[in-house]
């Protein structure tokens, strides 16, 4: 997953969490703690379905390598 995309993601968790501090919901430490935690979790899930997907398959050098079946 892309920079780019991590940082939407982040920007929407925190547009989110803006939502909730102003309803009182969370205060901002909270908030900082939840996002780093969400995004933590969706990189290792991204990380853990790539592992998986392309289990065994060697190194390519930039080329898109074959998805296991």
Do not use: Q
Request: hydrophobic share 40%; no cysteine.
């Amino acid at each position: 997953m892309s920079e780019k995309v991590y940082s939407v993601i982040r920007h929407i968790l925190s547009f989110g969490g803006g939502v909730l501090i102003t309803k009182g919901v969370i205060d901002e430490a909270g908030l900082e703690e939840v996002v780093g935690a969400i995004v933590t979790m969706i990189a290792f899930g991204w990380s853990y379905y790539n592992k998986i997907k392309f289990e065994g398959e060697p190194e390519t050098g930039g080329e898109t390598p074959t998805p296991v079946k």
